[in-house]
Structure formats: C-alpha cells, structure tokens
C-alpha cells in the first residue's frame, strides 16, 4: 500500500535534512516523499536539492502549513497519507506499523496515531505525548474507540504522530487553511467521527521543542495560545461537524474555561492592584474547576482494546 510522506518546511535549512532523511529510511518500501517548501527564503531549496529524485519538492509562496500539507496531498498518490514537521523525526518502523494495524482492522479505522517522546532543546526527554494527553491505552497496539469523546476535552499532537486513509482526509476537507495555529487539533476533532482510530503505544517519533516554529512561539504566549484555541472551539461548534451531544457539551465547557481564562489573563495585565487581585482569584478558581472535572465520572477516559497478529 503506497503511503505518502509530506513535509511542509518553512526556512529550516538547519533541521531539514535529518527530518527527511528518517522518512526515507522507512521500513515500509512503498513510499513516497513530498516535501512542500512554502516560501523560504534561507538555504532550505538547497539542502533539498542534494536528495535528487528520490524526494519530490514542491515550492510555492507562502501560504502556510495548512496550505502547504494539503497541497502535498494534491500533489500525491498514497491511498495513505502521514505528515512530518520538518524539525522532527520519525523511528524506522512508525509507517509499517502504522499500515499493519490498518491492514489488520479494515476501513473502518480511518487513522492510526503513535506515540511520540518530546525532547527539550539540551536533547533531554520531557516526557510522552501520550502521558501529557492522560491517553492510557493498557496495550500496545489496538483501537480506539471514542476519540470523539476523548479530544473535546484534551489535545493529542497529532500531525506527526498519524497517518490517515485518504478517502477519510479528503472526506473531512483536509487542513482548514486559514488556521496557521491549532490546524492539528481542529483536524483531529473532524476525524474523530469518521471512524475508530488505531493506536500504538510505542514512541515511535522524535518531537523536538528546541526550535522556533509558529507553534512552539505560541505555547511561549500563554495569552495567545489561550485566544486561539477558544477560537478555534468556537468556530467547530459553530460548524457541528456530526459530534455527538458529550462532546458538544465537553467543548462547550472547555470554551467557557478558556474564555474565563482570558478574561484573567486581562485583568492581571491590567496592572492596578485591584485587577491584578481580581484576576488571579479568577485564575485560581479555574484551576479548582479544571482539577474537579477532570476527576468527575463524566471525564471520559480512553476506551479501546487489543489488536494482535
């Protein structure tokens, strides 16, 4: 089963090469490589140029990482598609395993998402996405059955980690591109419905958090990061997309928790004593609220089970 690998890279001529080089050094054979280079301006064109044919490169303006992954799409053949940032890396055998799950279930598993471990800029471990997620599969290899549920209460990193039958991301309408942030978790919360998801325990990505991308600038803003997500909430229940009344309701109150965040965040920034006070009342409230939901029976925990040979 032809898989397609697209890399969208803006201005990484530092970290590029070894990005491409782990999708090249795939177990799985039927493969192909696109890597989108949206506008650079550095020497990323040309530290592409060294792989010849063996990778395809597509150059455009800039328009974005949404734009530029669904233009690798467009560009491509795989009955599955899998994306990597061009900062990280993948283990050898994260497409195999990925496809023989796949493989295993049949079509109504429409993605299947790996963990990955998270390495600081000294190269040290920070952790694992899926412990960060409260994702607790009890296996190795299996499949999900709620990530409905399961994502509109938390966010799972997901562009690196999946890969997704094409038939379902062109079914859903691929990246929404006018999101330059969050474009992941807004996608994520679309597929949830269209099928179960395999899952596989094993680290099988290298997510490094020592670079400068849009996203890692974001997660520095915390005020930032806080409006765009409640934007992005508001504009998927705005659009319904088929969830089911839990995960409305879950979104709703998460989108209520944000937007009383900003309002904390506002008055702190203020400055008057009076603000600064009312405000971190506020924010430590919240924090209470989350701890207390996020023990409540209603929290919905990971369900799935086992898959084996």
Same mark, same amino acid.
């Given at each position: 089963?032809?898989?397609?690998?697209?890399?969208?890279?803006?201005?990484?001529?530092?970290?590029?090469?070894?990005?491409?080089?782990?999708?090249?050094?795939?177990?799985?054979?039927?493969?192909?490589?696109?890597?989108?280079?949206?506008?650079?301006?550095?020497?990323?064109?040309?530290?592409?140029?060294?792989?010849?044919?063996?990778?395809?490169?597509?150059?455009?303006?800039?328009?974005?990482?949404?734009?530029?992954?669904?233009?690798?799409?467009?560009?491509?053949?795989?009955?599955?598609?899998?994306?990597?940032?061009?900062?990280?890396?993948?283990?050898?055998?994260?497409?195999?395993?990925?496809?023989?799950?796949?493989?295993?279930?049949?079509?109504?598993?429409?993605?299947?998402?790996?963990?990955?471990?998270?390495?600081?800029?000294?190269?040290?471990?920070?952790?694992?996405?899926?412990?960060?997620?409260?994702?607790?599969?009890?296996? *190795?290899?299996?499949?999900?059955?709620?990530?409905? #549920?399961? /994502? =509109?209460?938390? +966010?799972? !990193?997901?562009?690196?980690?999946?890969?997704?039958?094409?038939?379902?991301?062109?079914?859903?309408?691929?990246?929404?591109?006018?999101?330059?942030?969050?474009?992941?978790?807004?996608?994520?919360?679309?597929?949830?419905?269209?099928?179960?998801?395999?899952?596989?325990?094993?680290?099988?990505?290298?997510?490094?958090?020592?670079?400068?991308?849009?996203?890692?600038?974001?997660?520095?803003?915390?005020?930032?990061? *806080?409006?765009?997500?409640?934007?992005?909430?508001? #504009?998927? /229940? =705005?659009?319904? +997309?088929? !969830?089911?009344?839990?995960?409305?309701?879950?979104?709703?109150?998460?989108?209520?928790?944000?937007?009383?965040?900003?309002?904390?965040?506002?008055?702190?920034?203020?400055?008057?004593?009076?603000?600064?006070?009312?405000?971190?009342?506020?924010?430590?409230?919240?924090?209470?609220?989350?701890?207390?939901?996020?023990?409540?029976?209603?929290?919905?925990?990971?369900?799935?089970?086992?898959?084996?040979?």
């Amino acid at each position: 089963m032809l898989v397609s690998v697209i890399i969208p890279t803006f201005n990484r001529a530092g970290t590029i090469l070894p990005a491409v080089e782990s999708a090249l050094a795939q177990t799985h054979q039927d493969l192909e490589v696109i890597v989108v280079d949206d506008g650079s301006t550095d020497g990323t064109a040309d530290v592409l140029d060294q792989f010849g044919r063996g990778v395809k490169v597509v150059r455009q303006a800039n328009a974005g990482p949404s734009a530029a992954r669904n233009r690798g799409v467009k560009e491509s053949n795989g009955a599955i598609v899998a994306f990597l940032d061009s900062d990280d890396h993948w283990t050898p055998d994260k497409i195999e395993r990925q496809v023989n799950l796949m493989e295993r279930v049949g079509e109504r598993m429409c993605c299947c998402v790996c963990n990955a471990v998270v390495k600081d800029e000294e190269g040290e471990t920070e952790g694992h996405t899926f412990d960060f997620s409260g994702i607790k599969p009890g296996f *190795t290899e299996g499949e999900w059955t709620n990530p409905e #549920d399961v /994502l =509109a209460t938390r +966010f799972l !990193l997901f562009n690196q980690v999946v890969a997704i039958r094409r038939e379902a991301f062109e079914k859903v309408g691929g990246f929404n591109e006018s999101l330059r942030l969050l474009e992941d978790y807004e996608l994520s919360i679309r597929l949830s419905v269209t099928g179960t998801w395999g899952v596989i325990s094993d680290p099988l990505v290298i997510k490094y958090n020592d670079t400068k991308g849009i996203g890692v600038e974001c997660m520095a803003d915390h005020e930032k990061h *806080t409006r765009v997500r409640a934007k992005v909430i508001s #504009d998927i /229940l =705005a659009g319904g +997309f088929g !969830l089911g009344k839990g995960a409305r309701g879950n979104l709703q109150r998460s989108l209520d928790e944000l937007e009383t965040e900003v309002n904390s965040i506002t008055m702190i920034k203020r400055g008057d004593l009076v603000s600064k006070s009312l405000g971190r009342a506020l924010g430590f409230s919240l924090r209470a609220r989350r701890a207390v939901r996020r023990r409540s029976p209603s929290w919905p925990a990971f369900q799935g089970r086992p898959i084996t040979l």
